[in-house]
């Protein structure tokens, strides 16, 4: 590889680092510890370095939302990918996302999705903008109030898992692989619903 491309490479390598090492202080010490010294601090760069990737603390705040509903679009992608079952594929891969990455060390970004979403009013927009995007998006196979209930069991879940409770990661995994399966439609909850599609 040449010196040119790895010159040319190193500036997203950066923005990269820069943003997780924002989510790292969000998810450790709180949105309020976010300032452009201490992210520009943790990933090893000057304070200059940071500006000329963010232009100030909001726009960073802006990017690291982004960058984490796009690593939650890929999840849920993947997981809609491996899929063949039409109705409640995107609470099915929605509430599976969720359920993979509370064991892995994606963790970290959703805790940090979830603090901001809550904290931050652009994070806040932005939440409700994809939200509302998925909803129109997979009307057709996830617009049964069962479903919308399913997902806001399993943002419970993810609440709860944000707010360090005592509950244990195995009894929220069993709780999230219930509520996957009741997301199919054989499930006995779904009967009905899966009628009123029918006959659409």
Known sequence: MSNAHKREKRPKEVYNKLIECAISIISEQGPSAVTVQAVANAAGVTKGGLLHHFSDKNKLNKEVSKYLLDKLD????????????????????????????????????????????????????LWKEWINEKQIQHKDTDSSQLLQILRYAADGIWFEVVMGTDCSKSTHNSLLSSLINMTYPDSNLQLNDLKKIKKK
């Not at 979830?114 to 931050?120: G, R």
Request: aromatic share 10%.
């Open 74 to 125: 890929m999840e849920i992608n993947k997981e809609m990918a491996l899929d063949s079952v039409p109705y409640g594929k995107f609470t099915r891969s929605y509430i599976k996302a969720i359920s993979l990455d509370l064991k892995s060390s994606l963790n970290q970004h959703w805790r940090a999705l979830a603090i901001y979403s809550i904290t931050n009013p652009e994070s806040k927009l």
